[in-house]
C-alpha cells in the first residue's frame, strides 16, 4: 500500500497543532516516515507548500528528498475526467473555478491515484479533510476519492497503519 500526502497534512501541523519550533521532536520523526518509499506526494502540493516561502518552506526543502514529489504530469489523462465530473455536478461557479485552478492540488492527486491504481499499484490518500457530499461551495477532495472510489484516511490513520508513533 502507498499513501498519497495532501498538502493540509503538512501546513496544518506546522501552522496549528505542531509548530515546528515548539513540536521539534514531532518533526524530526515526520522525516523518517516521509523518507519512506511507500510515503509519497506530488509536484503540486510541493507547490502549494512552497507557495506561502515560510519556515515549513524551508524545512522541506532542508529534509524531504526530491524522489517523494512524485511528478503529476505522468497522470494528466485522468485530469479531464476528474473536471469534467466536478462540472457534471451542481457545485457553484466559485467551486468550480478553484476546483480547476492549476495551483489547486487536489484534482491532481486523485489523478495520480487514479493512475497507481490503474497500473495496479494499492494507494490511498492522506487528507485532513472530511466528506461534505451535499456542499456546493467547495469540492472536497474526499468526495472526489470517493466518486472515483480512491481510498483515503486521515493523518492519524496513516501514522496508526504505519505503527508511528511521537
Known sequence: MNFLIDANILIHAHRTTHPLDIHVTFWEKLIEVLD??????????????????????????ENIKKAFWKDSTTSMNHYSEIQNWANSQNFYPNALR????????????????LNQIEQGIDITVVTLEVPAPDSKKTIKLPDVCNQFEIPFINNNDLYRLLEISF
Open 36 to 61: 519512506r518509499l511507500d510515503v509519497m506526494s506530488i509536484d503540486k502540493v510541493k507547490s502549494e507548500i512552497y507557495h506561502y516561502e515560510d519556515d515549513l518552506c524551508v524545512w522541506c526543502k
Open 98 to 113: 478553484e476546483f480547476a485552478d492549476v495551483r489547486n492540488a487536489d484534482p491532481f492527486l486523485v489523478s495520480y491515484a
